[in-house]
């Protein structure tokens, strides 16, 4: 089965960090990009990063650039998310996603808190 | 504000046809890139609808499409049902390969 899951959420004060990561299996995920994507509950989707399947090509938004970085380890089929200098805005559920032509697989998301 | 612009809310009862507009500009959809649009039901992660402007995945039934013309694209989806009550997005990207959302339109099936 196809399949994304993060991990590494929580609550953290601002100007803090965390590393969210997200586990694929059940395909081949060297030939992948992935992606994160945050939503603030009740909002809607926001794209954060993209990580081409060799993990020499990173592409950010702008309201994380410098801040965030994503990466990869292709061994462990797994991507990554380490967000620096965290605010209250970064609050949100970020979900990690497969990309082909869209983005195919998603994961169940991972909740990031922001707050003193 | 979204680079892309999705009316907020769209309705229609059972049956009828319902569109969902997203506009872009000349430096996304205009300049040529895909149009991908999504639908996520509350407390879920959102699912992939139509990819590369008009394809459908495996599994999703021939009421949805997609269409692109300009810097515009549009979701229509016939025979509305109640189960398609949900929020529908649509992505894009520009020439720096950053993607962007639309708003989101919440479609109530009336």
């Known amino acids: 089965e196809v399949q994304l899951v993060e991990s590494g959420g929580g609550l953290v004060q601002p100007g803090g960090s965390l590393r969210l990561s997200c586990a694929a299996s059940g395909f081949t995920f060297r030939n992948y990009w992935m992606e994160w994507v945050r939503q603030v509950p009740g909002k809607g989707l926001v794209w954060v990063s993209r990580?081409?399947?060799?993990?020499?090509?990173?592409t950010y938004a702008d309201s994380v650039k410098g801040r965030f970085t994503i990466s990869r380890d292709n061994a462990r089929d797994t991507v990554y998310l380490q967000m620096n200098t965290l605010r209250a805005d970064d609050t949100a559920v970020y979900y990690c996603?497969?990309?082909?032509?869209?983005?195919?697989?998603w994961g169940e998301g991972a909740t990031v808190t922001v707050s003193s | 504000q979204s680079v892309l612009t999705q009316p907020p809310s769209v309705s229609g009862a059972p049956g009828q046809r319902v569109t969902i507009s997203c506009a872009g500009s000349?430096?996304?959809?205009?300049?040529?890139?895909?149009v991908h649009w999504y639908r996520q039901l509350p407390g879920t992660a959102p699912k992939l609808l139509i990819y590369g402007n008009t394809n459908r995945p495996s599994g999703v039934p021939d009421r949805f499409s997609g269409s692109k013309s300009g810097t515009s694209a549009s979701l229509a989806i016939t025979g509305l049902q109640a189960e398609d009550e949900a929020e529908y997005y649509c992505?894009?990207?520009?020439?720096?390969?950053?993607?962007?959302f639309g708003g989101g339109t919440k479609l109530t099936v009336l």
């Open positions: 000349s430096s996304n959809i205009g300049a040529g890139y895909d």
């Open positions: 990580i081409n399947g060799e993990g020499t090509t990173t």
């Open positions: 992505q894009s990207y520009d020439r720096s390969l950053r993607s962007f």
């Open positions: 996603a497969r990309e082909l032509d869209g983005m195919d697989v």
